[in-house]
């Protein structure tokens, strides 16, 4: 294998040196407070070794990437079930856009838009009584990292302001695709939006993915080989909206963004990849992150393709 260390250092000082293009998120107020400077990536080995460099250690709102973590969640406890509630197609729209589901009936393209997920927490409140906290001790449980928390602010602010999920929510249950109560599945959703990891915790929990669904560090099996082909695949093709095409051609990886900042990439049976700058291009993924992962493909030649 190559040097992982100097080709992550050189990296990120190539990306470094360029201009911080992009803006912050602003419509969740908590995330508008966070430094754009920081920039933080760390990749964990299929044998457990650890490489990071810049902000690696400062935790941050992980946003869409816990998405990846309720989907496994529902998957292994439903199984083949859950594509009765939702699609595993590309959407080729933005990650809050309502209009499929008018001619959709309510059925959400894929579990990676804010629909899918909405659906996906709606199922945790079907199969669990206390859905959050179920949620959290399986993300501390996945990644053996007990210190992995909510951040409750990030959750009110997401709420107070939450008027496109709100609305999603609202028309997917008019579709009849919402079982339980309303408030108590979009409480869910902003929880697990406000999950906090920093880039080498982010990289470790998403160590099953690279590992044919063993986590790589504990060594327990989170879902089946067959079911982290799929998670996968939905990463690859859904993991970031409207801009996934982009990601496949220029990194070459299966992996999900979110509006805090972070990047996840997985080359499977081989590392997991986390990278963390806030400013993020109009598609809602972070413009430090995708070149980043761009050239560092480009130079490792490590890509599923
Ligand atoms: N792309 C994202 O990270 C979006 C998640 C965010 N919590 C929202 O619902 O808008």
Redesign the pocket.
Known sequence: MFDCQDVLNRTYQRVLAMENKGAV?S??PELAKVDPANFGVCITTKTGEQFHCGNSITPFSI???A?VLSLSLAISHQGEKMWERMDFEPSGSS??SLVQLETENGIPRNPLI?AG?IVVCDILCDLFENPKEELLNYVRKISGIKSISYNLEVAKS?RLT?Y??YALLNFIKSFGNIKNDCDTVIDV??HL??LEMNCVELSKTFGFLANRGKQIITNTQVVKPSQAKRINAIMQTCGF?DEAGEFAFRVGLPGK????GGMVAVLPDAYTIATWSPKLNKH?NSYRGMKFLEYFTDETQDTVF
């Open positions: 998120a419509y969740i946003q869409s990437i998405k990650f809050n804010n997920a997401e939450g496109r999920n959703y902003f939006c406000s909206y963004s979110g509006v805090g809602g």
